[in-house]
């Protein structure tokens, strides 16, 4: 997500436990993330970026800044980004610089997998539909090996077998993020997994669209493109949902 208003992080405080860099991704914790597992997570992401959709961080800064708990997380953020009591995290760009805020809780790991997804895409494209922003940050927010066996993939598989497709139409008329509600972070998610998985074709097809996007062309909504229709893959959607194979051959994350 893009906001407005700017904001900094004060490298130069004691408040951050944990300072490091790796190449231009900084990060700032206010506690012992793990810094080794922190990075492999990243590291995760944005090689699945390149692989699947060829989407690759530019050399311009992502800070990851974590915090303690929720309370300083708020006195942080609350007054610049209002948007940030109702998240656990958010992704903020601060003009040239890419931010990440979180704070430390159970889903730590995934919520940062998800707001680095976001970075990193919106670094490579200078603008996006939310389905798909959404979507790659929802399907990369699990490590690949926990994602045939999820909660969300199963549901996913029992809501097909009863006739569930997600539509594309709707979630390409969502017009903002603060509107989008469960059922559209799922549709997205799954409408994700089956571009990602169905054929060779309809991963062409998303990484194709991606890059027209990239060279700063605006293609109209996915379903009205031209690969799309040649994959097919909207006409399978009902008959992958039912069994949903994902793609296991980028190596483990674990
Ligand atoms: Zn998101």
């Known amino acids: 997500m893009l906001f407005s208003l700017p904001l900094v992080a004060h490298a ?23 810094i080794q597992d922190l990075w492999k997570h990243v590291d995760d992401v944005a090689r699945e970026l390149k692989v699947l959709v060829a989407v690759e961080p530019t050399d311009k800064p992502i800070q990851i800044i ?43 790991t995934m919520d940062l997998r998800h707001e680095v997804t976001h970075a990193i895409l919106h670094q490579h494209l200078p603008f996006l539909p939310l389905w798909i922003d959404e979507g790659l940050a929802e399907y990369l927010e699990e490590p690949e090996a926990q994602r045939s066996d999820s909660s969300r993939t199963k549901s996913a598989r029992w809501r097909a077998r009863m006739g569930w497709v997600p ?17 559209e972070y799922r549709d997205s998610w799954a409408m994700t997994c089956l571009l990602l998985n169905e054929s060779d074709a309809s991963r062409q097809a998303l990484c194709d669209y991606l890059a027209v996007i990239h060279r700063g062309e605006a293609p109209g909504p996915f379903s009205q493109t031209q690969a799309a229709a040649d994959s097919g ?5 009902n008959s992958y949902f039912r069994k949903m194979p994902i793609r296991l051959d980028l190596g483990s994350s674990d």
């Not at 539509?167 to 509600?181: C, F, K, R």
């Open 233 to 237: 893959v909207l006409s399978r959607a």
């Open 167 to 183: 539509s594309l139409q709707s979630l390409e008329n969502i017009p903002n993020a603060e509107s989008m509600n469960t059922d």
């Open 66 to 108: 974590l915090f303690r708990d929720q309370g300083s997380y708020l006195r942080y953020l609350a007054s610049s980004v209002p948007q940030s009591r109702q998240r656990r995290a958010i992704f903020y760009r601060n003009g040239d610089v890419y931010q990440v805020f979180a704070f430390r809780s159970r889903t730590l």
């Open 12 to 34: 130069q405080e004691s408040r951050w436990v944990i300072e490091d860099k790796r190449g231009s991704i900084e990060v700032y914790a206010e506690f012992d993330p793990g």
